[in-house]
Protein backbone atom coordinates (compact mmCIF):
# COMPACT_ATOMS: atom_id res chain seq x y z
CA UNK A 1 0.00 0.00 0.00
CA UNK A 2 1.13 3.09 -1.34
CA UNK A 3 2.22 5.71 1.38
CA UNK A 4 2.53 9.43 2.47
CA UNK A 5 3.10 10.12 5.75
CA UNK A 6 3.40 13.20 8.01
CA UNK A 7 5.61 12.97 11.16
CA UNK A 8 2.45 14.87 13.01
CA UNK A 9 -1.23 15.05 12.54
CA UNK A 10 -1.74 17.94 15.61
CA UNK A 11 1.48 20.54 16.71
CA UNK A 12 1.34 23.52 18.74
CA UNK A 13 4.01 25.68 18.50
CA UNK A 14 4.62 29.27 20.09
CA UNK A 15 5.42 32.95 17.67
CA UNK A 16 8.97 32.76 16.83
CA UNK A 17 9.92 29.05 17.33
CA UNK A 18 11.72 27.03 14.49
CA UNK A 19 8.91 24.46 13.22
CA UNK A 20 10.05 21.64 11.01
CA UNK A 21 7.38 19.53 9.08
CA UNK A 22 8.66 15.87 8.26
CA UNK A 23 6.77 14.11 4.65
CA UNK A 24 8.19 10.37 3.81
CA UNK A 25 6.87 8.93 1.08
CA UNK A 26 8.03 5.39 0.21
CA UNK A 27 7.09 5.10 -3.70
CA UNK A 28 10.46 6.10 -4.93
CA UNK A 29 8.86 9.19 -5.88
CA UNK A 30 10.75 11.86 -7.79
CA UNK A 31 8.55 14.73 -7.20
CA UNK A 32 6.90 15.82 -3.65
CA UNK A 33 5.47 19.14 -2.60
CA UNK A 34 3.65 21.25 0.34
CA UNK A 35 0.80 23.09 0.22
CA UNK A 36 -1.33 24.56 2.90
CA UNK A 37 -4.40 24.54 2.95
CA UNK A 38 -6.91 27.12 4.49
CA UNK A 39 -10.83 27.60 4.91
CA UNK A 40 -12.27 29.45 1.72
CA UNK A 41 -8.69 29.08 0.28
CA UNK A 42 -8.28 25.36 -1.12
CA UNK A 43 -4.99 24.45 -1.31
CA UNK A 44 -2.00 26.89 -2.07
CA UNK A 45 1.31 25.16 -3.35
CA UNK A 46 4.31 26.69 -1.21
CA UNK A 47 7.05 24.85 -2.38
CA UNK A 48 7.83 21.82 -4.44
CA UNK A 49 10.92 19.47 -5.27
CA UNK A 50 11.81 17.66 -8.80
CA UNK A 51 14.84 15.70 -7.25
CA UNK A 52 17.41 15.37 -3.98
CA UNK A 53 18.66 18.97 -3.30
CA UNK A 54 16.44 20.53 -5.59
CA UNK A 55 13.96 23.13 -4.88
CA UNK A 56 11.39 25.24 -6.70
CA UNK A 57 9.31 27.73 -5.43
CA UNK A 58 5.07 27.78 -5.28
CA UNK A 59 2.66 30.55 -4.80
CA UNK A 60 3.35 31.24 -1.75
CA UNK A 61 6.76 30.80 -0.18
CA UNK A 62 7.03 33.67 2.10
CA UNK A 63 8.24 32.72 5.19
CA UNK A 64 8.92 29.23 4.24
CA UNK A 65 12.27 26.91 3.60
CA UNK A 66 12.45 23.32 2.42
CA UNK A 67 14.68 20.66 2.55
CA UNK A 68 15.36 17.49 0.28
CA UNK A 69 18.74 16.04 1.42
CA UNK A 70 17.34 12.33 0.69
CA UNK A 71 14.81 11.29 -2.09
CA UNK A 72 12.35 9.83 -0.02
CA UNK A 73 12.05 12.97 2.76
CA UNK A 74 10.98 16.40 2.38
CA UNK A 75 11.09 18.73 5.00
CA UNK A 76 9.00 22.21 5.38
CA UNK A 77 10.88 24.67 7.58
CA UNK A 78 9.33 27.60 9.30
CA UNK A 79 12.12 29.67 10.56
CA UNK A 80 9.94 31.87 12.38
CA UNK A 81 6.72 30.87 13.08
CA UNK A 82 3.54 33.28 13.39
CA UNK A 83 0.26 33.24 13.65
CA UNK A 84 -1.12 33.24 10.15
CA UNK A 85 1.28 30.03 9.75
CA UNK A 86 -1.63 28.71 11.54
CA UNK A 87 -2.83 26.18 8.78
CA UNK A 88 -3.13 22.66 7.81
CA UNK A 89 -0.34 21.18 6.00
CA UNK A 90 -0.33 19.03 3.58
CA UNK A 91 2.94 16.81 1.51
CA UNK A 92 2.54 15.03 -1.69
CA UNK A 93 4.02 13.15 -4.10
CA UNK A 94 4.24 11.76 -7.85
CA UNK A 95 6.53 10.04 -10.28
CA UNK A 96 8.51 11.92 -12.91
CA UNK A 97 6.81 10.78 -15.70
CA UNK A 98 5.26 12.86 -19.04
CA UNK A 99 2.14 14.82 -19.63
CA UNK A 100 1.43 16.48 -16.49
CA UNK A 101 -1.00 13.57 -15.67
CA UNK A 102 0.41 11.74 -12.91
CA UNK A 103 -1.50 10.97 -9.63
CA UNK A 104 -0.39 13.05 -6.74
CA UNK A 105 -0.76 11.40 -3.37
CA UNK A 106 -1.13 12.86 -0.43
CA UNK A 107 -0.55 12.37 3.36
CA UNK A 108 -3.00 13.29 6.28
CA UNK A 109 -1.60 16.62 6.88
CA UNK A 110 -0.82 18.45 9.88
CA UNK A 111 -2.64 20.52 11.38
CA UNK A 112 -0.14 23.76 12.68
CA UNK A 113 -1.47 26.05 15.74
CA UNK A 114 1.06 28.82 16.68
CA UNK A 115 -0.04 30.32 19.63
CA UNK B 1 -2.51 28.87 -15.88
CA UNK B 2 -5.82 27.96 -16.49
CA UNK B 3 -8.00 28.74 -13.83
CA UNK B 4 -10.96 26.81 -12.86
CA UNK B 5 -14.06 27.42 -11.55
CA UNK B 6 -16.82 25.51 -9.36
CA UNK B 7 -20.00 25.91 -7.83
CA UNK B 8 -19.16 26.18 -4.00
CA UNK B 9 -21.84 22.99 -2.70
CA UNK B 10 -23.78 21.01 -4.12
CA UNK B 11 -26.39 18.54 -2.54
CA UNK B 12 -27.40 15.39 -3.75
CA UNK B 13 -29.54 11.97 -2.45
CA UNK B 14 -27.82 9.00 -1.73
CA UNK B 15 -28.13 6.89 -4.61
CA UNK B 16 -29.11 9.09 -7.13
CA UNK B 17 -26.52 10.56 -9.97
CA UNK B 18 -24.19 13.38 -9.24
CA UNK B 19 -22.90 16.16 -12.33
CA UNK B 20 -20.43 17.95 -10.76
CA UNK B 21 -19.36 20.98 -13.31
CA UNK B 22 -16.19 22.81 -14.09
CA UNK B 23 -15.18 25.65 -16.11
CA UNK B 24 -11.87 26.02 -17.34
CA UNK B 25 -12.39 28.41 -20.09
CA UNK B 26 -8.96 29.86 -20.28
CA UNK B 27 -7.36 26.15 -20.50
CA UNK B 28 -4.25 24.97 -22.86
CA UNK B 29 -4.52 22.41 -25.81
CA UNK B 30 -2.00 20.17 -23.89
CA UNK B 31 -3.11 20.81 -20.41
CA UNK B 32 -5.01 17.98 -18.85
CA UNK B 33 -8.24 18.32 -16.40
CA UNK B 34 -7.85 16.63 -13.48
CA UNK B 35 -10.26 15.51 -10.58
CA UNK B 36 -9.43 14.91 -6.77
CA UNK B 37 -11.53 14.70 -4.03
CA UNK B 38 -11.05 15.44 0.48
CA UNK B 39 -13.48 13.64 2.23
CA UNK B 40 -13.49 14.87 5.98
CA UNK B 41 -10.02 14.79 7.89
CA UNK B 42 -8.20 13.23 5.16
CA UNK B 43 -5.27 14.37 2.31
CA UNK B 44 -6.99 14.81 -1.24
CA UNK B 45 -7.12 11.83 -3.22
CA UNK B 46 -7.13 10.96 -7.03
CA UNK B 47 -10.48 10.66 -9.02
CA UNK B 48 -9.78 10.64 -12.57
CA UNK B 49 -8.08 12.82 -15.40
CA UNK B 50 -8.36 13.47 -18.96
CA UNK B 51 -7.37 15.67 -22.24
CA UNK B 52 -10.17 14.84 -24.91
CA UNK B 53 -12.32 12.01 -24.74
CA UNK B 54 -14.70 11.48 -22.12
CA UNK B 55 -13.07 9.24 -19.23
CA UNK B 56 -14.14 6.28 -16.92
CA UNK B 57 -13.12 4.70 -13.73
CA UNK B 58 -14.04 2.25 -10.88
CA UNK B 59 -14.76 5.97 -9.11
CA UNK B 60 -16.41 8.28 -11.70
CA UNK B 61 -16.75 9.27 -15.55
CA UNK B 62 -15.37 12.64 -16.57
CA UNK B 63 -17.36 13.99 -19.52
CA UNK B 64 -15.06 16.61 -21.39
CA UNK B 65 -17.03 19.23 -23.98
CA UNK B 66 -15.66 19.45 -27.12
CA UNK B 67 -14.35 22.72 -26.74
CA UNK B 68 -12.59 21.83 -23.67
CA UNK B 69 -14.22 24.86 -22.25
CA UNK B 70 -16.08 22.93 -19.30
CA UNK B 71 -15.91 19.47 -17.89
CA UNK B 72 -18.31 17.58 -15.61
CA UNK B 73 -17.51 14.93 -13.31
CA UNK B 74 -20.04 12.18 -12.94
CA UNK B 75 -20.79 9.93 -9.79
CA UNK B 76 -23.32 7.05 -11.28
CA UNK B 77 -24.79 7.20 -7.35
CA UNK B 78 -23.96 8.97 -4.69
CA UNK B 79 -22.99 7.14 -1.04
CA UNK B 80 -22.70 8.75 1.97
CA UNK B 81 -18.95 8.11 1.77
CA UNK B 82 -19.15 10.02 -1.43
CA UNK B 83 -19.76 13.08 0.75
CA UNK B 84 -16.00 15.80 0.45
CA UNK B 85 -15.28 18.42 -1.73
CA UNK B 86 -14.07 18.04 -4.95
CA UNK B 87 -11.43 19.75 -6.90
CA UNK B 88 -11.24 20.10 -10.42
CA UNK B 89 -7.75 20.77 -11.73
CA UNK B 90 -5.88 22.20 -14.21
CA UNK B 91 -2.36 21.28 -15.58
CA UNK B 92 0.65 24.64 -15.29
CA UNK B 93 1.57 24.77 -18.39
CA UNK B 94 5.36 25.02 -17.38
CA UNK B 95 5.30 22.66 -14.82
CA UNK B 96 4.38 19.17 -15.59
CA UNK B 97 3.49 18.16 -11.90
CA UNK B 98 2.10 21.40 -10.59
CA UNK B 99 -1.73 21.33 -9.48
CA UNK B 100 -3.49 24.84 -9.03
CA UNK B 101 -6.38 23.71 -6.53
CA UNK B 102 -8.92 26.21 -6.54
CA UNK B 103 -11.81 25.91 -3.76
CA UNK B 104 -13.60 23.08 -4.65
CA UNK B 105 -17.30 22.07 -4.80
CA UNK B 106 -18.47 20.91 -1.15
CA UNK B 107 -20.89 17.46 -2.05
CA UNK B 108 -23.58 16.64 0.55
CA UNK B 109 -25.25 13.19 0.11
CA UNK B 110 -28.47 13.31 2.17
CA UNK B 111 -29.44 9.58 3.21
Known amino acids: DVKVTQSSRYLVKRTGEKVFLECVQDMDHENM ?8 LGLRLIYFSYDVKMKEKGDIPEGYSVSRE ?7 ILESASTNQTSMYLCASSSA ?3 GVDEQFFGPGTRLTVL | DAKTTQPNSMES ?11 HSTISGTDYIHWYRQLPSQGPEYVIHGLTSNVNNRMAS ?10 TLILHRATLRDAAVYYCISRRDNYGQNFVF ?5 LSVLP
Do not use: M
Request: aromatic share 10%.
Open chain 1, 33 to 40: FWYRQDPG
Open chain 2, 62 to 71: LAIAEDRKSS
Open chain 2, 13 to 23: NEEEPVHLPCN
Open chain 1, 97 to 99: GTG
Open chain 2, 102 to 106: GPGTR
Open chain 1, 70 to 76: KKERFSL
